[in-house]
């Protein structure tokens, strides 16, 4: 049985069996730590996917000093933490960050700070929304009613409906502080 460093120096040499073997000895522990991270099988697939893809095509410079598990598990955590960011609005991870239990004993005072600090920017932004918009978002994202219900609900078209919630979601990731976004990320993020 090869070592990861072995695996790793005949990968430089494109060999492409070494990379099978490293693939199948990590890939269900990343992919189960990606899965808690994001919640959803089929984006933490495709996160450890693109990470093991990178490895790949960096096979040639990439130079681990250190344990190689370690590195594909900080690899995929960042990636993770790059999709939240990136899809943070669309995916309803800024919700999630928002429910988090504020009073949580193992938050420390910086993320209490930070996470009150994003829900009052949420708050205020929906409070000034028009007040058509401010029902269809809270519909979407409180109620968790489909677009249809929603048009049904208030008699509007269902392309109206989409257009509120997109401008909603464009003012509240535009009123949110991004280093707030990023901090809460890398500090709730369960570490793996």
């Not at 693939?23 to 984006?43: H, Q, T, V």
Request: charged share 25%.
């Amino acid at each position: 049985m090869y070592s990861d460093q072995e695996l790793l120096q005949q990968m430089a040499n494109d060999n492409r069996q070494a990379f099978t073997i490293l693939y199948r000895r990590y890939w269900e522990d990343l992919f189960i730590s990606a899965a808690k991270a994001l919640r959803s099988k089929e984006e933490a697939a495709d996160v450890v996917q693109d990470v093991f893809l990178s490895l790949w095509n960096r096979r040639n410079e990439v130079n681990i000093q250190g344990s190689p598990a370690a590195y594909l598990h900080t690899s995929v955590r960042y990636k993770c933490i790059h999709y939240i960011e990136k899809n943070i609005i669309r995916r309803d991870y800024l919700l999630q960050l928002c429910e988090v239990e504020i009073s949580n004993a193992s938050t420390n005072a910086e993320i209490n700070l930070q996470l009150k600090e994003m829900q009052e920017a949420v708050i205020n932004t929906i409070a000034k929304m028009p007040p058509k918009m401010q029902e269809v978002y809270k519909l979407s994202r409180q109620e968790h009613l489909s677009h249809k219900e929603i048009a049904e609900n208030m008699s509007i078209s269902v392309e109206t409906v989409k257009k509120h919630i997109q401008h909603a979601l464009h003012l509240i990731r535009t009123n949110l502080p991004s280093r707030t976004i990023s901090f809460l990320i890398l500090a709730l993020l369960p570490l793996f």
